[in-house]
């Protein structure tokens, strides 16, 4: 159990600032990467929130093989490691399997485990031995409170920086809902909690094969998300979310971005200034 996870000068614990983990759903290009990283991190360090950029070089849970699953591990690595040399940010990214672990590592400051294989012991700990964090996506088919059996696979090989990520529950075929208590009851298992707003919209398999979605949702599931005490929020986004290769259904427009970030930081600071007022009063009694 750990209540507190450290990724390069960034502290993720209660009480603590929100963090934002932000980019395209996959690599498309080194140009769609270079340009939407950069304008997250004018965004981001506008309205002082820290922030992890995120993208995948691989996709593997596609359910055409007519999908775009990105460039591939080399081809990818090379244009995370560009955009975080450039423009001086953390990198969170998708592994799949054990042996990615390690060459992933060299790049990536987060490694993330998708939601269909949060349960491979094997790859959650070959994650957990390069001892970078590693953020956890709960699987779709997990109850909560069962999160913290796979965090305690991680913390066996000593380490301890350890998210885990709420991104909706299967509600009948093909619809995704959020159980908001979810937050509160992995947050109680003693790890800091993310909140995916984009992912928790998909409607998987829906539209002829591929996933839909319902991207009007994305702004108040992530007020509510925030207002519940998430300590990391979680946003794939795209300049040009219309001709996005994966995922355009329910990623958010990056002109939107500024927008939804202002109302979230505001819901943050009223919720982060009860918790204060909660230790402060803990302590004086």
Excluded: W
């Excluded at 990536?108 to 491979?120: E, K, Y």
């Amino acid at each position: 159990m750990t209540e507190s996870v450290k990724i390069g000068n960034i502290q993720i614990e209660k009480g603590s600032r929100l963090v934002l983990i932000a980019g395209p759903c996959v690599i498309e290009s080194e140009k769609i990467v270079l340009h939407t990283c950069e304008k997250i991190k004018e965004i981001t360090s506008k309205l002082k929130i820290p922030f992890i950029f995120k993208s995948s070089y691989s996709k593997a849970n596609r359910l055409s093989a007519e999908s775009y699953s990105g460039p591939g591990m080399s081809e990818g690595l090379r244009i995370l490691e560009k955009a975080k040399k450039e423009f001086e940010v953390l990198i969170l990214t998708d592994i799949h399997n054990s042996d990615e672990a390690e060459p992933v590592s060299e790049v990536a400051d987060v490694l993330q485990i998708p939601a269909f294989l949060c349960r491979q012991t094997d790859l959650v700990l070959a994650a957990a031995k390069t001892g970078k964090a590693v953020n956890l996506k709960k699987g779709q088919f997990m109850a909560p409170e069962d999160m913290g059996s796979i965090a305690k696979k991680i913390e066996s090989v000593g380490n301890h920086n350890i998210l885990l990520t709420e991104r909706g529950t299967f509600f009948g075929y093909h619809n995704l809902v959020v159980d908001m208590r979810s937050l509160v009851i992995m947050r109680n298992l003693g790890y800091p909690v993310v909140f995916d707003a984009t992912h928790s919209l998909q409607l998987p398999g829906s539209d002829g094969g591929f996933s839909g979605g319902q991207p009007q949702f994305i702004f108040p599931l992530a007020r509510a998300a925030v207002a519940c005490g998430c300590d990391v929020l979680f946003i794939e986004t795209h300049p040009d979310v219309e001709n996005a290769l994966c995922d355009k259904d329910n990623m958010l427009p990056l002109e939107k971005l500024e927008e939804l970030l202002v109302q979230v930081i505001e819901i943050d600071k009223v919720v982060k200034e009860k918790i204060g007022v909660a230790r402060l009063v803990s302590r004086q009694s």
